[in-house]
Each structure stands twice: as C-alpha cells, then as structure tokens.
C-alpha cells in the first residue's frame, strides 16, 4: 500500500461563507463545493486540487470552546505551506488578522494567526 495522504479537515465555523472567502483572499483556495449539509447545517468545500477544509455551519449558533490545547478532541491548529511568506503575511494583516508567533528554524520560516473563530493557522515556508 502507498502512503495515505490527508485529504480534508472537516470544521464547525460561524459562517462558513465568511471563512471561505477569508481563505480564498489569504491563500488563493477555490471553493469545490457548497450545499446543505448534516444536522440541517450548511457546508463548503474549499481548497485546492488534491486537499481541501470542509467548513461546516450548524443551523443555530454554537459557543466558541476553550483553548483547545486543554481538552481532548480540540483542534490546536492548521498548518498552510505557501511559496512566499512574507507575502501571505501580508495578506493576513491586509485581511485585518494579527500574525505572530514567528520562528525560523530548520526546514522553514512560519508565523501564525487566528481567525474571526479563533482557529489558529500556521502559515510556513519550506527552504
């Protein structure tokens, strides 16, 4: 068997059109697909050819959960790789979000941010 790749994320966002077009403006994704989904929620697929995030918006609002990193079955955050950092952090603040948390180490440069959901990105350039 060859390796397994990861092929999507699926997340409970409060506005899954918001977050789209956020990660369209950030990162250049496209949206594969939108619709009704589970739970009388809605859902869009958005991404690039071979991975993707599901984005789902529940039918009533949710409350926001604690830090993540201090439960189990939190998600801590999502790493993006991209060609020009400086760029994509560029992006993110034109986008009105705060980057930070910048390091540079082996094998790549990286920052990262928070979404209007709080859901952290890890934004990375490889050498």
Known sequence: MSQAILEHTNLTVSNAQKTAALLGELFGWKIRWEGASIHDGYSIHVGGDNSYLALYQPKQTLPHSKDNYERVNGLNHIAVV??????????????????????????????YFHDHDGIEFEVVEYD
């Open 82 to 111: 991209v060609d020009d950092l400086d760029t994509a952090e560029e992006r993110v603040k034109q986008a009105g979000l705060i980057p930070g948390s910048h390091a540079d180490y082996e094998p790549g440069r990286r920052f």
